[in-house]
């Protein structure tokens, strides 16, 4: 499986170690820093001084980006990679694999919802989905294709507890199966699942029409 516009956003090999608010006051056991932080600070002309552990040069980085210049060096960098990463998957598998997964990878994002009508063989199918990732398949160098992973919801109905939602079906598309996307304003409540249901027939609504062609 091949990703493309690969992740941009150095300076912290271990999300792990990136403290919670309720995390600050903890002390963090001595860990170098990567060779990754170092070539960050060089880049934003921050000097990592002797003895500062990899959550200190961290910490100098997170605190640093607060102000406007830095800020505005860092995301020219990101700008500048995520470009020449785009001018290579472009000459590699063509504009149109490019945009289609560009425009795949603008609807994957954390606790927004879709409705979706796709196809499913020959049949066409609805669902309410929360995309996770977009990539560029490769079959034996020859189909170039973009697929999208996506999750649909499933009502939990737990003894003496409220139902709730979560999304956690997987289901994994070719970005061709994909007939129509309306995205929700709002997210569904994990609790309410009355709007889950108005979404769902929304999204019923939606597929009549492709069933019509």
């Known amino acids: 499986m091949l990703k493309f516009l690969k992740s941009l956003f150095g300076g912290n090999d271990n999300p792990a170690s990136i403290p919670s608010s309720s995390q600050k006051t903890q002390e963090y056991p001595f860990k170098n820093p990567s060779k990754t932080q170092l070539a960050e600070c060089e880049r934003l002309g921050l ?5 500062m552990s990899s959550h200190d040069v961290w910490q100098m980085v997170s605190d640093a980006k607060k102000d406007p210049r830095i800020k505005a060096l860092d995301e020219a960098y990101h700008a500048k990679q995520r470009a020449i990463q785009e001018a290579e998957d472009r000459e590699e598998y063509g504009d149109i694999i490019v945009y289609n997964y560009k425009r795949m990878d603008a609807l994957c994002r954390v606790g927004v919802h879709h409705l979706v009508v796709f196809k499913k063989g020959k049949q066409v199918d609805a669902d309410v989905l929360e995309f996770e990732r977009a990539n560029i398949e490769d ?4 189909k170039i294709h973009v697929t999208v992973e996506g999750l649909r919801p499933k009502i939990y109905k737990p003894r003496g507890e409220s139902p709730y939602i979560e999304w956690n079906k997987e289901i ?7 007939l ?22 929304r999204a019923r609504q939606l597929k009549q029409k492709y069933l019509k062609e």
């Open 139 to 142: 079959e034996n160098e020859k």
């Open 47 to 51: 000097e990592v001084k002797s003895g």
């Open 172 to 178: 994994v598309f070719k970005s061709d199966q994909i």
């Open 180 to 201: 129509e996307v309306e995205t929700l304003p709002t997210p569904i409540d994990m609790f309410e699942l009355a709007q889950l249901e108005n979404a769902l027939e």
